[in-house]
Every structure is written in structure tokens, then in C-alpha cells.
């Protein structure tokens, strides 16, 4: 367990449904973000949240809204997705996201199918 | 453009064996490089460097970077069938959104 907790674990949606992740890290940390890992590809960042503020949208499709009510709450509501949309989506947390540097720590993601 | 390079894609070794894992880099503005180690679902946190030249150690696991051939690479010695995973190689730049470039892993794959 790395501290960040991630509901749903699996997640299958129709492409008009609405639907939402939830992120929670009980570690103290500053920032949060949103990875999309999709099969054969990198790792890749979506979203970055900073003292609840996003400091980073990594040109994500607008289906996809982030939410930081705190620094201890991440969620991303999904609405009108693509099949191509499926993937896991890993939320992570680090002390900061400032001048420092500092480890990310992962939550065990949600494999989201679009069908 | 950030970017970060890892072989081989994949490795299958037998119990024992001692693997070097690879991974180069290009980036603007270096701060730290990071390894993960993934084997169901959440990377876990493997080792951060920031200084060129200096190990970190954790058991059976080493990792070290060299700044001047913009690389690193992390050694496994006398591997273990749970040390199967992706090996994550990361890099984080120095702007101010603690943004990590990712590649594409290593699957690491040991035998007994």
C-alpha cells in the first residue's frame, strides 16, 4: 500500500454515460496528478494539481474535467468518451510540485473499459 | 523536445542471473531521474537521482546516473521470479509543474 487509494478499480462505461474517479492520498502531500496508461505506450501525464491549484493540462481531450476540492482529493469525471479512451488511469501524490524534487506515489488505478 | 529511452523493451533471464536495465534521456533542464518498478497496477517508488556518479542501493537493487552520457541504468544481482515487472525509467524537468516524462519500460521477465 503506498498511501493513495483509487475507487472504482474497474470501471466499464458506455460512451454516453457520465461517470467519475476518485483519488485519495492519506501521505500529507501537496500535489496531485492524473496518468493515463494505455497498452504498449509510455505513461502519460494528464493533469497536475498543486496546493489544489492545476498547474498543468497536458492537452487533454475536454471529456475528460479534473477535480481538486483539496489536497487530499483528486477526481476526474469522464462524459462521452471514446473506445480508445480505455486504459488504466493512475492518479498519483507528492510532497510538492514545485522547485524541489520529489518521488511520485501511485494509487493502484482503474481499469476503465469504453464500450 | 523531453524525452526518455529505455532497453531493452523486454528481458527474460533465469533465477540468479544479474540484469542491467538502461535507460537515456534528452532533456532541457535535468533535475532527477526516477525508477518504478510496476508488476500488477501502481508503479512503486524505486530509487530518485539527482547526482551524477553516486549509487543508491536497496538490497539486490542498485541504480546510478551519468550526466555526462545522459543516462542510468539499474542492476538487479541474483534475481528472483518476484522481481518480475516493467522497470520504469522517469524524468523530471525543472519547471515548476512536477511534470514526469516517462519511457516506455522494461519487462523483465525471470524464470525460476
Known amino acids: 500500500e503506498t498511501g493513495v487509494t483509487q475507487t472504482p478499480r474497474h470501471l466499464v462505461m458506455g460512451m454516453t454515460n457520465k461517470k467519475s474517479l476518485k483519488c485519495e492520498q492519506h501521505?500529507?502531500?501537496?500535489?496531485m496528478y492524473w496518468y493515463k496508461q494505455s497498452a504498449k505506450k509510455p505513461l502519460e501525464l494528464m493533469f497536475v494539481?498543486?496546493?489544489?491549484?492545476?498547474?498543468e493540462n497536458n492537452s487533454v481531450p475536454s471529456r475528460f474535467s479534473p477535480e481538486c476540492p483539496n489536497s487530499s482529493h483528486l477526481f476526474l469525471h469522464l462524459h462521452t468518451l471514446q473506445p480508445e479512451d480505455s486504459a488504466l488511469y493512475l492518479c498519483?501524490?507528492?510532497?510538492?510540485?514545485?522547485?524541489?524534487?520529489?518521488?511520485?506515489?501511485f494509487g493502484p488505478g482503474t481499469r476503465l473499459t469504453v464500450t | 523536445e523531453d524525452k526518455v529511452v529505455q532497453s531493452p523493451l523486454s528481458l527474460v533471464v533465469h533465477e540468479g542471473d544479474t540484469v542491467t536495465l538502461n535507460c537515456s534521456y534528452e532533456?532541457?533542464?535535468?533535475?532527477?531521474l526516477l525508477w518504478y518498478k510496476q508488476e500488477k497496477k501502481a508503479p512503486t517508488f524505486l530509487f530518485m537521482l539527482?547526482?551524477?556518479?553516486i549509487e543508491k542501493k536497496s538490497g539486490r537493487l542498485s541504480s546510478i546516473l551519468d550526466k555526462k552520457e545522459l543516462s542510468s541504468i539499474l542492476n538487479i544481482t541474483a534475481t528472483q521470479t518476484g522481481d518480475s515487472a516493467i522497470y520504469l525509467c522517469?524524468?523530471?524537468?525543472?519547471?515548476?509543474?512536477?511534470?514526469?516524462?516517462f519511457g516506455q519500460g522494461t519487462t523483465l521477465q525471470v524464470k525460476p
Open positions: 501521505l500529507g502531500h501537496n500535489a
Open positions: 498519483a501524490s507528492s510532497q510538492g510540485a514545485g522547485l524541489g524534487a520529489y518521488e511520485q506515489y
Open positions: 522517469a524524468l523530471s524537468s525543472t519547471s515548476n509543474t512536477g511534470k514526469l516524462i
Open positions: 539527482t547526482s551524477s556518479g
Open positions: 532533456v532541457t533542464n535535468f533535475r532527477s
Open positions: 494539481y498543486n496546493f489544489k491549484e492545476q498547474t
